[in-house]
């Protein structure tokens, strides 16, 4: 796979991830697209205290709960869909429809910028099967092996 035409070229920022996403605050959970391979993608999501599910996850220890890094996973995954494959914009998205294997080693904290390093381990249109490595600095903070397929709009 290659940029599609018309797409924009990493580096670039949420803005531009917004208009390839429908996500938004506060379930956007990208900040910026660093990288883009043949079937990957490397993405960053900088986690802050204001973030409101830090507020009760936990008040006195605020951690970035697992399944949010899941999300962080899958949204790269639909970032690098969209900028790679043939989707019809507006009509098409991508879906999280299972999670085949999670490793939550670390705890992710306010401060904290995850790196995802992400990439197609299977793909056979609609459906398409996802490996990623979650980092903080040179530190491996989750593995997430997940499902999605491409789903139409209603």
Do not use: C, W
């Not at 490397?42 to 986690?47: G, L, N, S």
């Amino acid at each position: 796979m290659s940029l599609r035409a018309g797409k924009p070229a990493p580096p670039f920022s949420a803005n531009v991830i917004k208009t390839l996403i429908p996500h938004r605050s506060p379930m956007l959970m990208l900040s910026r697209v660093l990288s883009l391979g043949e079937q990957s993608i490397v993405t960053e999501h900088d986690i802050t205290a204001e973030m409101p599910v830090l507020a009760g996850h936990f008040p006195d220890m605020p951690l970035m709960p697992g399944v949010l890094l899941a999300e962080t996973a899958a949204q790269s995954a639909a970032v690098l869909m969209d900028l790679t494959y043939d989707i019809e914009a507006g009509i098409e998205f991508l879906a999280l429809t299972g999670i085949d294997a999670a490793k939550f080693r670390k705890a992710v904290k306010p401060g904290d910028t995850v790196r995802v390093e992400l990439r197609i381990a299977k793909a056979r249109r609609p459906l398409f099967k996802f490996e990623s490595d979650l980092f903080v600095g040179e530190t491996r903070v989750a593995q997430v092996a997940f499902t999605a397929n491409l789903m139409k709009f209603d």
